[in-house]
């Protein structure tokens, strides 16, 4: 069941992804693109992040689309997790915030890093729920890659090693000054390490080769009625392909 305020599916908010996808395919830049359509269909301030973190150019929802794999896939493998983008997205999930099927077949929520600011348990939580999932995943090795500057970033990070591994998990936390930019250097093997990566940032899932949907997939295994997939029916090509 969605949450109360969620954004309702309706022909105006269809068509105004409809237009914000038109621009971009054509080349647009994202931010005026986005500002015309918002001022056109007079969107809310909730409404123009769902455009802004949903919708994305034909080109590059491809790309997701060719790189993502299934759970099946997670075993046996390195498994490079961005622990603030998984973790936020499932706090969101735990306090009953909107969530939406992207255009890429991603998860998201809409109010990103604001939801892990002084939620120390509900962060421990999420590794929790990341760690039961993973049980079932097995991959061979996790890396959690975490940013330096985030609120708790030491404590949390310490907490979640310390959770993987009386699991049995081999399990690696990096502190790291530009997390996103850690996360592609791994994933590529740049660092003699090549692994499936676990984030919602399209930053980095436009370049990694190989894409897991961590906290969308806990999510739908737990309540898959909370998420709207009303932008990724109408929007998705994978319904092309």
Not at 187 to 214: F, P, W
Request: proline share 2%; glycine share 6%; aromatic share 6%.
């Amino acid at each position: 069941m969605l949450s109360r305020g969620c954004i309702e599916s309706n022909f105006r908010t269809v068509e105004a992804a409809k237009d914000y996808k038109y621009l971009l395919n054509r080349g647009y830049p994202a931010s005026s693109s986005l500002n015309i359509v918002v001022t056109r269909y007079r969107m809310s301030r909730v409404e123009r992040s769902l455009l802004l973190r949903c919708v994305h150019r034909d080109e590059y929802v491809a790309k997701v689309l060719r790189s993502a794999v299934s759970r099946e896939a997670i075993s046996g493998s390195n498994l490079l997790i961005d622990l603030l983008n998984v973790s936020t997205t499932l706090i969101a999930f735990l306090e009953g915030e909107c969530l939406y099927k992207c255009d890429d077949g991603i998860i998201r929520d809409l109010g990103g890093s604001r939801y892990w600011r002084g939620r120390r348990e509900r962060a421990l939580e999420t590794i929790n729920l990341i760690r039961d999932h993973l049980i079932a995943v097995k991959p061979v090795n996790i890396y959690l890659v975490l940013d330096r500057l985030a609120p708790m970033s030491g404590e949390i990070l310490k907490n979640a090693e310390k959770i993987f591994r009386e699991s049995g998990f081999n399990v690696e936390g990096i502190l790291a000054d530009r997390a996103d930019k850690k996360i592609i250097e791994l994933s590529r093997g740049l660092e003699g390490l090549i692994g499936v990566v676990a984030t919602s940032d399209s930053l980095i899932l436009e370049k990694a080769d190989q894409i897991y949907d961590l906290a969308g997939e806990i999510i739908t295994s737990i309540d898959p009625g909370r998420v709207d997939r009303s932008i990724y029916a109408e929007l998705s090509i994978k319904h092309q392909l």
